[in-house]
């Protein structure tokens, strides 16, 4: 072989992209470490990005939430069960992140209370919270009506309102219209109660307010069927009776005019507006004049329980008249349970109506009772002694006694009981028993 082609052979062998055995070795070493010492770099890379992400995210889902500041009353003259109602509620909107229920809430028990200002308030923060929810917006339009607002501001809040309302739900539209009446819109007015009366035909304050929507319009005998319709719903509505004379008398007809006028001088009432949202914002208050109304309403109702609360709260509020009314109605609660079988929860309220009329027989005669009922004769009996120590007259209870001695074994004393019992009233039940017992009563 030649120099030339030995020299050519040589090159060939020593250049850089030689596929010999060597050099193929050589090139796997080099990949060996290269491919390792990437994929760390490329997942260091990876792992910064993904934590400077999460940085990003984690910064924004820490932000401080926007600060609220809710309103806080002088509650330093207020009777006991308010400033603790208004405590309470505030301190439940302050207790978590915020909540649209809560301050909504702590709105209510301003609202049931008159603090009307800081009610709205709370409700404006409840609806900025809570856009969706129809209840925020309605109060917020009611209080800032009431309070004599922007005739536009309230307008336009009861048209959001409206658009959130529950399906057929007619007071709203009433109480829409009352504001445009405010506001001189009468004919606008008119259209709102008009619709009032289509969603809830029956609906008084629909009636009532269409007709004095037309006698402002100048429409008398339109006017006259719709106030004549709410005279019929509520014969005792001053208003309407007022606004009906109006009514005939622009119409023309003096005679009916005056007929009306004389049943609005004998009226008293006025119908409500049957409002469950404003309705659930009233049964809050417990102020001394809602807790005396409630109280009686409650009494009136059969409804026992409710009247014990009210008591309860006018008496911890310091109403002198507290002390008469709560053992009456405990007492009341208290045998309405004993009727229904609920001794167990008889016998606590009497416990309770005792600790408060201590001198009351007709409690301690009632206790005895339905430990009688329960064969509690002991106990019967000591409570029988205690009614006929309070009442000494008590034909009942002085029976009553000797029926518990007698099933005691203490036969003796329970006809000397029996006998005072006949001797006070001969046709008592007690001279049965004497009779049946082989005693001649005492004459």
């Not at 309470?88 to 301003?110: C, E, N, T």
């Not at 009341?332 to 309770?352: I, K, P, T, V």
């Not at 029926?403 to 039940?429: M, N, S």
């Amino acid at each position: 072989m030649g120099k030339a082609s030995r020299r050519k052979r040589e090159r060939t062998a020593d250049s850089p992209g030689a596929a010999g055995p060597d050099a193929k070795s050589r090139s796997g070493q080099r990949s060996g470490w290269l491919r390792p010492l990437l994929a760390t770099v490329i997942a260091a890379g990876l792992l910064l990005l993904g934590f400077g992400a999460w940085q990003a995210q984690r910064g924004v889902g820490v932000a401080a939430p926007p600060v609220i500041v809710l309103p806080n009353p002088d509650t330093s003259g207020m009777s006991a069960p308010v400033a603790r109602a208004l405590e309470a509620a505030r301190d439940a909107a302050l207790a978590s992140p915020p909540s649209a229920d809560a301050i909504g809430r702590y709105g209510q028990v301003l609202h049931a209370h008159w603090l009307l200002e800081a009610a709205e308030r709370c409700y404006e923060i409840a609806h900025d919270l809570a856009p969706g929810d129809f209840r925020w917006v309605y109060l917020l339009a009611g209080v800032a009506e009431i309070r004599g607002a922007d005739g536009e501001r309230v307008d336009l809040l009861f048209r959001d309102a409206i658009h959130l309302a529950p399906f057929g739900f007619a007071p709203i539209y009433v109480r829409h219209a009352d504001a445009l009446m405010r506001l001189g819109r009468w004919s606008e007015a008119r259209d709102s109660y008009a619709r009032a009366a289509e969603l809830d035909p029956e609906l008084v304050l629909a009636h009532r307010g269409m007709g004095q929507a037309l006698i402002l319009v100048g429409d008398g005998s339109a006017a006259v069927e719709h106030l004549e319709r709410a005279a019929s719903l509520s014969p005792g509505d001053r208003i309407a009776q007022v606004a009906l004379a109006r009514a005939h008398a622009l119409a023309g007809d003096d005679q009916r005019a005056a007929e009306a006028s004389a049943r609005a001088e004998a009226a008293r009432g006025s119908a409500a507006l049957p409002d469950p949202f404003f309705y659930e914002v009233e049964r809050l208050a417990v102020d001394p004049e809602s807790l005396r109304a409630r109280y009686a309403s409650s009494l009136r109702k059969g409804d026992i329980d409710a009247a014990a609360e009210a008591a309860s709260l006018l008496a911890e509020g310091g109403d002198p008249a507290a002390s008469r009314q709560l053992p009456l109605a405990v007492k009341q609660h208290a045998n309405r349970l004993a009727f229904e079988g609920d001794f167990e929860g008889a016998l606590a309220s009497y416990e309770q109506a005792a600790r408060l009329a201590p001198a009351d027989p007709e409690i301690e005669h009632n206790w005895g009772t339905v430990l009688l009922r329960r064969g509690d004769l002991e106990g019967a009996a000591s409570h029988f002694e205690r009614a006929v120590e309070i009442e000494p007259q008590s034909a009942d209870s002085l029976y009553n006694l000797g029926v518990a001695l007698e099933g005691l074994g203490r036969r003796d004393e329970a006809i000397g009981r029996f006998t005072a019992a006949a001797g006070i009233d001969p046709r008592h039940a007690a001279a049965q028993r004497l009779a049946e017992l082989g005693v001649e009563p005492v004459p």
